[in-house]
């Protein structure tokens, strides 16, 4: 296991390493994370193409991990209302087979990214639906948890989590909803993760403060939703410190508390030991 010089651990529990984004220098973000004490990394999928990719980065990396799923933006209509073996989406041959081929190696974490997104509605919502029900059985069935997105679907993801618990383990990442979808969350012994929004102006404080201690993690997003300092860049997994300290400044603690109780809840969540597999 890597110790960071100082000691201090990060967990950068969802980023996209395998974005475009990182194309060119997708090497060096790695190395400048694990400069920064970010030694542990899930990198998530959002398709099934995007799946066998991430497998690919976390067995090359042993501070790596990834998952395995179709992010509601990917859904196709016609496969998700059938069973979802059909394309995941127009123009690719990748399935929901592949992503349950990838969820089955060791190196693959969880099922997702699944959920809901009616803001943007670039699938239609009864697919989402089908598309987010499928991904929470394919968890149960192989006892994976599931990352969630969920944005504008408040209510149809609430409905999830209720009928979800005791059954399958779930993380509502990037959580900036409700205080009632958090006590949902909380109640069904689902977790919340929080992004470099932590550190935004705006961002309502109360939901970090009533995030129970061993049901949160820290989460860069990248290279999405860089935090303040570093807004308006590309995000990337070094950047999760910032995350830490906004978040450990709304707890009252310091940021060596959230850092080891995120690491730690990494590790339960994703069931990822101590020493790399």
């Not at 395998?18 to 920064?36: I, N, P, Q, S, Y």
């Not at 099934?48 to 179709?70: K, P």
Request: glycine share 6%.
């Amino acid at each position: 296991m890597q110790r960071t010089a100082n000691g201090v651990r990060f967990a950068d529990s969802h980023c996209h390493l395998t974005d475009r984004a990182f194309r060119a220098d997708r090497a060096a973000v790695l190395a400048r994370a694990r400069e920064a004490g970010v030694v542990r990394v899930v990198t998530i999928a959002s398709d099934a193409e995007d799946s066998l990719a991430a497998l690919e980065l976390a067995r090359a990396n042993d501070d790596v991990w990834c998952t395995a799923g179709i992010h509601p933006h990917a859904v196709n209509g016609a496969a998700a209302a059938s069973t979802l073996d059909a394309a995941s989406r127009p123009g690719t041959a990748s399935t929901m087979d592949a992503v349950r081929d990838v969820a089955a190696h060791p190196r693959c974490v969880a099922i997702g990214e699944t959920g809901l997104d009616y803001f943007y509605d670039n699938a239609p919502r009864d697919a989402q639906r089908r598309s987010f029900a499928r991904h929470v059985e394919l968890a149960a069935e192989l006892d994976l948890p599931v990352v969630v997105h969920s944005r504008e679907a408040e209510a149809d993801t609430a409905a999830v989590v209720r009928e979800s618990a005791g059954q399958v383990r779930g993380v509502l990442h990037c959580f900036t909803g409700s205080r009632e979808l958090l006590a949902e969350a909380m109640a069904a012994g689902w977790f919340v993760s929080f992004t470099g929004i932590a550190t935004f102006k705006n961002f309502d404080a109360d939901l970090v403060r009533d995030a129970l201690a061993d049901r949160y993690m820290i989460e860069t997003d990248a290279p999405y939703l860089a935090p303040v300092p570093k807004r308006g860049r590309r995000n990337e997994p070094a950047f999760v410190a910032h995350v830490a300290a906004a978040v450990a400044r709304l707890r009252g603690e310091t940021p060596e508390r959230v850092a080891e109780d995120t690491w730690a809840n990494t590790a339960s969540f994703f069931r990822i030991p101590e020493e790399p597999s």
